[in-house]
C-alpha cells in the first residue's frame, strides 16, 4: 500500500508540474472566489468549456458578486443565462446565490451543499475543492476516464455514480494537501488534451510511467452505457406580423418564465393549410424532442400567449434552440419581403 500512494503521490506531482504550462487560461480560473467558482460550475454543468466562457464573462460583468446575484430579478437571470439551456440550472443558482448571501458562514461539508437544488456530489466537491474549502478532487467525465485508465479499471459499471465509487479510493490517493482543486483542473486539461477518449496520445502524457494502459488505448475499460433515448413530437405556430411575434411562456415546469413559440395539440393541426416554415430538434435530458413550427397565419392566439416587439426579443429570456428557429425564419421572411 506505502508503495502505491507513492507512486499515486508521484504521479499527481508530475501531473501538477505539467499543468504549470499546459494549464488552459479559462476565466474562472483567474482571480477566483467561491462566488465565481459557484458560477462557472453551474454553467459547466451540462455545458461545453468554449460555449461557457462567453456567457460567464456576461454574467459577471453584469452580477460581479454574489450579492449583486442574490438581489437580482429573476428576468436578469434568465437572459443571462438565455441559450444556455436548462433553465432550471439559472434558477437552482439563483437561489443557491440568495441562500449563500444569507448565512453567516459558508458551509464546507459536501453533505450540505448537496441539499441545495441542483447541487449533485460532483459540483459539491469541485466547489468546494476548486474555492480551496475542501482537500478532495473532483472527478467530471475526464478525470474518471483517467482514473480509470491509470488503474486499468476492470468490469462495466452501471451508472457514473458506480464508477466513480469504485475510483473514488485512487483519487484519494492524488490528493496533495492544498492542491486538490489544481489536480482536479489538471485532469480535466489532461483529458481534454492528451487522455483523449479514442486517441490518447500516451507518448507525451506526463504520468504515463504511471499508468497501466499507457500505450494500450484499445484495452480500455467499457464505456458507460448510453442512458436510453424516448422521441418526442412537439408543434408550435409562428403567429407574426411583421411587428410582433407570439410567444408563450410556462408558469409552472422546466422552462418557466423562459419564452419559446406557442405550442398547439397535434390535433389542432391541418397538415394541408397550415405549413412548416421550419422543423428543429432539440435534447432535453434523455428525451429527444423534434419540433414542427407551423406558419400560423390566421390562427387564434390563446390569452396565455404574448405578443412580443421583433425589437424586444433580444432582451427578453428565450430558450437557446428558440431564439436560433426564431432568427432563422426572421431572416428568411426579411429575405422574401420587398425591398423597399
Ligand atoms: N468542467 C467543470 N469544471 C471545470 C473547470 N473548472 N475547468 C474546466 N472544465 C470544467
Redesign the pocket.
Known amino acids: 500500500m506505502e508503495e502505491k500512494r507513492q507512486a499515486f503521490f508521484l504521479a499527481a506531482t508530475a501531473l501538477l508540474d505539467w499543468w504549470k504550462d499546459a494549464a488552459?487560461p479559462?476565466p474562472?480560473?483567474t482571480s477566483r472566489t467561491l462566488y465565481s467558482?459557484v458560477v462557472?460550475?453551474f454553467m459547466?454543468?451540462q455545458t461545453r468549456?468554449a460555449m461557457a466562457i462567453p456567457y460567464f464573462h456576461r454574467w459577471m460583468e453584469r452580477l460581479p458578486t454574489l450579492s449583486a446575484a442574490a438581489a437580482a430579478e429573476p428576468s436578469t437571470i434568465l437572459l443571462l443565462w438565455s441559450g444556455l439551456g436548462y433553465y432550471a440550472r439559472a434558477r437552482n443558482l439563483h437561489h443557491l446565490c440568495q441562500v449563500l448571501a444569507s448565512l453567516p458562514t459558508i458551509p464546507v461539508e459536501p453533505a450540505v451543499w448537496q441539499r441545495f437544488p441542483g447541487v449533485g456530489p460532483y459540483t459539491a466537491t469541485?466547489i468546494l475543492s476548486?474555492a480551496g474549502l475542501m482537500d478532495a478532487i473532483?472527478l467530471?467525465g475526464?478525470g474518471l476516464r483517467i482514473l480509470a485508465r491509470l488503474v486499468a479499471a476492470q468490469g462495466s459499471f452501471a451508472n457514473r455514480s458506480a464508477l466513480e465509487r469504485s475510483l473514488r479510493p485512487m483519487a484519494d490517493l492524488l490528493r496533495i494537501p492544498g492542491r486538490c482543486g489544481a489536480v482536479?483542473?489538471a485532469l480535466?486539461?489532461l483529458g481534454?488534451s492528451i487522455c483523449l477518449p479514442a486517441k490518447p496520445r500516451c507518448e507525451i502524457c506526463p504520468i504515463r510511467p504511471w499508468c497501466q494502459l499507457a500505450g494500450r488505448p484499445k484495452e480500455m475499460p467499457a464505456p458507460l452505457p448510453i442512458r436510453p433515448r424516448r422521441r418526442e413530437i412537439i408543434h408550435r405556430v409562428w403567429i407574426c406580423d411583421g411587428a410582433v411575434l407570439w410567444l408563450q411562456r410556462p408558469m409552472s415546469g422546466r422552462l418557466r418564465h423562459v419564452f419559446e413559440l406557442p405550442e398547439i395539440p397535434s390535433t389542432a393541426i391541418n397538415r394541408r393549410s397550415n405549413s412548416v416554415l421550419l422543423q428543429g430538434m432539440r435534447t432535453i435530458g434523455s428525451v429527444i424532442y423534434r419540433e414542427i413550427i407551423y406558419d400560423g397565419q390566421n390562427w387564434p392566439t390563446m390569452d396565455q400567449w404574448q405578443a412580443v416587439a421583433i425589437p424586444e426579443l433580444n432582451s427578453i429570456p428565450i430558450s437557446g434552440p428558440h431564439r436560433r428557429w426564431i432568427r432563422t425564419i426572421l431572416e428568411r421572411e426579411s429575405e422574401l419581403s420587398p425591398k423597399n
Do not use: H, K
Request: aromatic share 4%.
Open positions: 488552459r479559462l474562472w480560473r467558482t462557472s460550475e459547466l454543468q468549456v469541485a476548486l473532483p467530471d475526464n482536479g483542473e480535466m486539461d481534454s
